[in-house]
């Protein structure tokens, strides 16, 4: 397993945001994970991370691991280049910084500042940015809540891509059913502070939104959400 999560708890104050929740996720495997706001999604990312440590149950996930928030949160104060291999252990390595954000598509920005980035060339250097760590386990929180239609659909096929290269397990937190179903092998729905409902999106890459079985399990998710299709 690359992720092994056994009776995971996490309280703040009294209430337990996260309650015994069990998930595994299986090397090289892409998982999604829905559920309505406050229900915790955010705060089992960071727990993955490493972030938040504050927690009992058992947690086993890779060293190697990376995370994307939605907001990029690239230094201002540094160039783009040197945002993506920052944290790294060693010299500052801009040939390798240049290679990752060949993979984004944005070679020609290595050497600009982020202020003059557009929200999805951000998010990109923030891709590129979790990917020079080679994960074994990529963590993406909503990378891409923030970006209009088009450009979300562009990064969704770039991740899809990413994915398929690099053969990380990958588990994005989104609220957008339609997104869970194009990208992941399996679906997860949290809710009362563990995983509620889940579904093996069982259709071949790229997907097809008007195919009969995607409809159903985009029905059944929206149903299990509490939202009449
Ligand atoms: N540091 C904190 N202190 C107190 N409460 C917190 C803290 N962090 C999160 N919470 C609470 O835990 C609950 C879960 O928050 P979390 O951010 O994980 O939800 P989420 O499912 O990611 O929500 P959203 O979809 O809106 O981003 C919320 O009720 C939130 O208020």
């Known amino acids: ?14 209430k337990a945001v996260i309650d015994k929740l069990d998930l595994s ?15 915790g999604k955010s705060t089992l ?8 440590l504050e927690i009992s149950g058992e947690v086993t996930v890779p060293r190697r691991r990376a995370v994307a928030f939605q907001a990029p949160r690239l230094m201002p104060w540094k160039k783009v280049w040197r945002n993506v291999v920052l944290g790294l252990p060693g010299r500052p390595d801009r040939a390798l910084a240049e290679r990752y954000l060949a993979e984004v598509g944005l070679t020609d920005k290595a050497t600009v500042w982020p202020k003059t980035l557009s929200g999805g060339e951000a998010q990109r250097v923030s891709l590129a940015r979790a990917l020079v760590r080679e994960p074994d386990l990529l963590l ?13 659909t562009k990064a969704q096929a770039l991740v899809a891509e990413l994915w ?3 053969d990380c397990a990958i588990l994005l937190v989104t609220h957008d059913v339609e997104e869970s ?8 729905v949290m809710d009362h502070g563990g995983i509620a409902h889940e579904v093996t999106v069982d259709l ?7 195919d009969p079985r995607f409809v159903e399990l985009r029905a059944q998710l929206l149903s299990w959400l509490g939202v009449s299709a």
């Open 140 to 152: 993406l929180d909503e990378p891409f809540g923030a970006l209009d239609a088009l450009t979300r």
């Open 45 to 52: 990312l960071r727990i993955l991370a490493g972030i938040d």
């Open 1 to 14: 397993m690359s992720v092994s999560v056994s009776e995971l708890t996490r309280s703040f104050g009294e």
């Open 164 to 166: 398929a290269r690099h």
């Open 181 to 188: 179903l194009l990208l992941a092998d399996r679906v997860l």
């Open 25 to 39: 996720i299986a090397p090289g495997e892409f998982v999604a994970l829905l559920g309505h706001s406050g229900c």
């Open 204 to 210: 071949p890459r790229p997907r097809d939104v008007g």
